[in-house]
Nanobody, 125 residues
Framework: QVQLVESGGDSVQTEGSLRLSCAAS????????MTWFRQAPGKEREGVAT????????DYADSVKGRFTISRDNAKNTLYLQMNSLKPDDTAMYYC??????????????????WGQGTQVTVSS
């Protein structure tokens, strides 16, 4: 099993930037697909960005392409999400999640087994 703890959420203004972190412990980090999700009140959980164990293969939701960057430091067991040009629509609770790597990227919540507790991002206009 892997345990996940997110940090870095904050309140920012439109066009601001934030970097979220997700610290992993337990099972070796490098064995997992790692993904960022978000959920706004009244909305379904949305996959935002995902990275393979090496970090060299990634995928993003269309709504964040060109603005968000996912990365991981396997030596530090940490996943990151750099968020630039933030918009009010980006306001949500952000979660990191993990799934044992099976060769496929995924932005689907039902394909991830391990979840952090979330960190809140609020973007004001």
């Amino acid at each position: 099993q892997v345990q996940l703890v997110e940090s870095g959420g904050d309140s920012v203004q439109t066009e601001g930037s934030l970097r979220l972190s997700c610290a992993a412990s337990g099972s070796p980090f490098r064995n997992y697909l790692m993904t960022w999700f978000r959920q706004a009140p009244g909305k379904e959980r949305e996959g935002v960005a995902t990275a393979n164990p090496g970090g060299g293969s990634t995928d993003y939701a269309d709504s964040v392409k060109g603005r968000f960057t996912i990365s991981r430091d396997n030596a530090k067991n940490t996943l990151y999400l750099q968020m630039n040009s933030l918009k009010p629509d980006d306001t949500a609770m952000y979660y990191c999640a993990a799934r044992w790597w099976d060769g496929r990227l995924s932005l689907r919540a039902d394909e991830h087994n391990y979840w952090g507790q979330g960190t809140q991002v609020t973007v004001s206009s």
